[in-house]
């Protein structure tokens, strides 16, 4: 499984931004919506925290409390991605965002110990 993070860049405080994460699956034959996903950022001198998380079909999501009722998670799975859509953002939102896949359960999970596969990376700075 590959995955590839995108629509990181420059946004003023207040602003929104929409992160995307589409997946490419090996040839196993398990297909993306049997999976759960989430989004993680890691700040410049910080370890990596938990944003977000959405189980296989989309029905359940839990968020960290510092984004909590700012940022929304959501799934297409005829597409193959996951969403993070971003709004109200604060400067203390820079980060770098990682999307995760975590092949082995279908449930949402803050746990970054249970995810196994990661995208690259995609930047959001938060600046006036």
């Known amino acids: 499984v590959q995955l590839q993070a995108s629509g990181g860049g420059l946004v003023q405080p207040g602003g929104s931004l929409r992160l995307s994460c589409s997946a490419a699956m090996d040839a196993s034959g398990r297909t993306f919506d049997n999976y759960a996903l989430g989004w993680f950022r890691q700040a410049p001198g910080k370890e990596r925290e938990f944003v977000a998380t959405?189980?296989?079909?989309?029905?359940?999501?839990s968020y960290a409390d510092s984004v909590k009722g700012r940022f929304a998670i959501s799934r297409d799975n005829a597409k193959k991605t996951v969403y993070l859509q971003m709004n109200s953002l604060k400067p203390e939102d820079t980060a770098v965002y990682y999307c995760?896949?975590?092949?082995?359960?279908?449930?949402?999970?803050?746990?970054?110990?249970?995810?196994?596969?990661w995208g690259q990376g995609t930047l959001v700075t938060v600046s006036s």
């Open positions: 959405i189980n296989w079909s989309g029905s359940m999501t």
């Open positions: 995760a896949l975590d092949s082995y359960g279908v449930e949402p999970t803050s746990d970054a110990r249970d995810y196994d596969y």
